[in-house]
């Protein structure tokens, strides 16, 4: 069965600086995505960068990243230069690429950026 | 290029009553899947479509749920008796296909009486 645990409820971040969300995760596929979304206080789910599992270099999208670490099973996402509007929940999501296609979500990091 | 439209946004009613959400997938996607948002159980999965065929349904609570895409450009989602422990945010998303990136729609906050 597929896991995703993100181990921090919560988190503060100094604006301007770089923050590190974690991530691990649990498969038996083996191919499959790794995804993080953003949940602002308004409510929508926002897709933020994409690894898969075969990916050879780290997905990157503008101030987003993922320290993916195969053997680890580790997926974190760092935000370089976080913003005020980058205060929200963050969800870690796996998918299977070869059989169940279901999105599996962690339970979120609440992220707080401090001014 | 419009998003995943979900209506309605807000949904407040009478334990009993049937209540149906819509969804409107991105166009060009052929892929959609109802998620339902809990404080006690996160996001889950309820149902996906692909090609307006039912996938997997196996995330459905109770047979008082129900889920149909009757074409490519629409789906529904229905409870009919609702409970107050439906009350939840129902997301719809869709993508390109069943290994693409999925994107969500607004949600529809559900609140049962």
Redesign the interface.
């Known amino acids: 069965a597929q896991k995703i645990t993100q181990t921090q409820p919560g988190m503060f971040v100094q604006e301007k600086e770089a923050v590190t969300l974690d991530c691990t995760y649990d498969t038996s596929d083996p191919s499959y995505?790794l995804?993080w979304?953003k949940q602002p206080s308004s409510?929508?789910?926002?897709?933020l960068i994409?690894q898969g599992s075969y990916d050879q270099q780290n997905a990157t999208e503008g101030r987003y990243s993922l320290n993916f670490q195969k053997a680890r099973k580790s997926a974190n996402l760092v935000i370089s230069a976080s913003q005020l509007g980058d205060s929200a929940m963050y969800?870690c999501a796996m998918?299977g690429?070869d059989s169940?296609?279901?999105?599996?979500?962690?339970?979120?990091t609440r992220l707080l950026v401090r001014p | 290029d419009a998003g995943v439209i979900q209506s309605p946004r807000h949904e407040v009613t009478e334990m009993g009553q049937e209540v149906t959400l819509r969804c409107k997938p991105i166009s060009g996607h052929n892929s959609l899947f109802w998620y339902r948002q809990t404080m006690m159980r996160g996001l889950e999965l309820l149902i996906y479509f692909n090609n307006n065929v039912p996938i997997d349904d196996s995330g459905m609570p109770e047979d008082r749920f129900s889920a149909k895409m009757p074409n490519a450009s629409f789906s529904t989602l229905k409870i009919q008796p609702s409970e107050p422990r439906d009350s939840a945010v129902y997301f719809c998303a869709s993508s390109s296909g069943l290994k693409e990136t999925q994107y969500f729609g607004p949600g529809t906050r559900l609140l049962v009486l």
């Open positions: 995505g995804f979304y409510g929508e789910m926002i897709f994409y969800f998918s690429m169940s296609y279901k999105l599996i979500f962690g339970s979120g």
